[in-house]
């Protein structure tokens, strides 16, 4: 399970390498967000189930916002690389073990919840709400005129789908 937590992560390494330090940062008229911003996003959601290892607590309202990983490229790499080297050294155990979900769910006003959960439950929570980000990462990096891979951003239930569509044929 631990190769498709890593896979995912993969696939924001292998997006990021084609942009430059300046596509990073850029806005443009498609988001109101730079790449820089979603992936920072996508890696607190990530650094907060790693902390959880130790204080089984996923905190998903803790925020960089403003952090070096917004702004530098290839510190954003080199973190999404050390969060591949943890998710691959998890064990089976470490994946079942209890956790409490903090975040966020009021509308208006605050209202922060706890719900119970498991590490393996928010790394799959994490990789869902990464490749959402993927999709709006193309689309900022499309406006920007490059060209990512089109499985980039692709949720796995699509490509199944898809991948079914074209064996029937």
């Not at 820089?36 to 925020?63: K, M």
């Not at 080199?78 to 470490?94: G, I, R």
């Not at 956790?99 to 929570?125: C, N, Y």
Request: aromatic share 6%; with cysteine.
């Amino acid at each position: 399970m631990q190769h498709h937590y890593q896979a995912t992560l993969q696939q924001g390494i292998d997006f990021l390498r084609q942009l430059s330090p300046a596509q990073y940062i850029a806005v443009t008229s498609a988001a109101i967000s730079p790449i820089g911003s979603h992936v920072r996003h996508i890696l607190d959601h990530f650094n907060s189930v790693q902390r959880a290892a130790h204080t089984r607590l996923v905190d998903y309202e803790l925020r960089q916002r403003g952090s070096a990983i917004e702004l530098d490229l290839h510190h954003a790499i080199t973190t999404m690389q050390q969060l591949q080297n943890w998710v691959v050294q998890l064990t089976a155990s470490e994946l079942e073990k209890s956790v409490l979900v903090q975040a966020d769910i009021g509308i208006g006003s605050s209202k922060v919840v706890q719900v119970p959960s498991t590490m393996g439950r928010e790394l799959m929570f994490c990789c869902s709400h990464a490749i959402h980000h993927y999709s709006s990462l193309k689309s900022i990096y499309q406006a920007l005129g490059g060209q990512s891979a089109e499985s980039f951003g692709l949720a796995p239930s699509t490509a199944s789908y898809q991948r079914s569509l074209a064996c029937a044929h």
